[in-house]
């Protein structure tokens, strides 16, 4: 992507400010790393606990910058033909049938057999050609002319033999394809790629790339986060459940609750006509932060204690 093109990510200012009028409301830090990405052309490996807004930055940095947004999803056995590309079989079986049938056209007229064979090589190439190329998210985003935003997400599920395909796109955004050679992004998209430290990553892979961890977000953080999603809420259980979201990731369990999970809550409060945290309100609704019944029953014994740091011995 030219720089210039993107006034939008200019300034760490103004992509805070940018964010923001989307909804995602990041640190100062997320933003640092988004413009030194940016204006670096370096891919962004962004890690941290599931649910504090990895995936969430790709997409607001797509409509940030009005730019299509292509993901793909990884997994264990995911190979080239779903992540790159793959031949376009059922085209390629028509088009051969169309050649047997002027078969006796082409080959009129030609002296012996080097020459018959030369004339079908010719039409050998043109079966291994971009008309027969399916891309898939990799190359189709290096084909966006007027570049995109490519989110390879969840790459820590993918296998080390998936990581080696990327590196040559990550280093250089091109590709090599046996039967056609090396593609080139016509603009480079700007990468994003997620992990959740499910297993480590490789060294040539985190050379490429700026790094960019995500931690669950202060308590000053979240409150403008719910704040800025459900601004209906009012301030006084805003804080409250902020603060109680806070003290039950303190707890070990086996899940915690991500950002979005505390925004559905806020929503849920307020369906629920709640101007305040009560106990048997907490219970009532526990398991939408929670979606172990055993962290659960673990939390259950903590409830008062945890609503006491929430709203103070006053409640």
């Known amino acids: 992507m030219n720089t210039h093109d993107f006034p939008q990510l200019s300034s760490v200012t103004k992509i805070e400010q940018g964010f923001e009028s989307y909804g995602y409301i990041c640190s100062t830090e997320i933003a640092t790393a988004v413009f030194l990405a940016f204006q670096l052309r370096k891919p962004i490996l962004v890690e941290g606990p599931p ?7 790709a997409k607001t940095t797509s409509l940030l910058l009005d730019v299509p947004l292509i993901r793909l999803q990884c997994y264990e056995g995911l190979d080239e033909a779903k992540a790159l590309y793959e031949w376009k079989y059922g ?24 020459e018959s064979v030369e004339r079908l090589h010719q039409f050998g190439d043109i079966f291994y050609s971009e008309d027969f190329l399916e891309p898939r998210p990799l190359l189709k985003a290096m084909q966006q002319e007027s570049g995109a935003i490519l989110l390879i997400d969840e790459v820590d599920k993918s296998d080390y033999e998936f990581e080696s395909l990327l590196l040559e796109i990550l280093s250089d955004y091109q590709v090599s394809i046996p039967e056609i050679g090396t593609v080139k992004a016509v603009t480079s998209p700007m990468v994003f790629l997620t992990s959740n430290n499910s297993r480590d ?3 040539a892979l985190k050379r490429r790339c700026l790094h960019l961890y995500i931690p669950f977000p202060t308590v000053e953080l979240e409150d403008r986060i719910v704040r800025s999603r459900v601004p209906d809420i009012n301030e006084v259980l805003r804080h409250q459940l902020v603060q109680f979201v806070h003290s039950l990731r303190q707890l070990d369990l086996k899940k915690n609750p991500s950002i979005s999970e505390t925004i559905d809550w806020a929503r849920s409060l307020i369906l629920l006509h709640a101007d305040q945290l009560d106990e048997d309100l907490i219970r009532r609704t526990l398991n939408l932060l929670l979606k172990f019944e055993d962290d659960i029953e673990a939390t259950e014994p903590e409830l008062r204690g945890l609503l006491l740091d929430a709203t103070g011995p006053s409640t």
């Open 91 to 114: 085209k390629q079986l028509l088009y051969t049938q169309v050649l047997k049938e002027k078969l006796g056209d082409l080959l009129r007229g030609a002296q012996g057999l080097a």
């Open 201 to 203: 990553l490789s060294d």
């Open 51 to 57: 649910g504090v807004g990895k995936t969430e930055l």
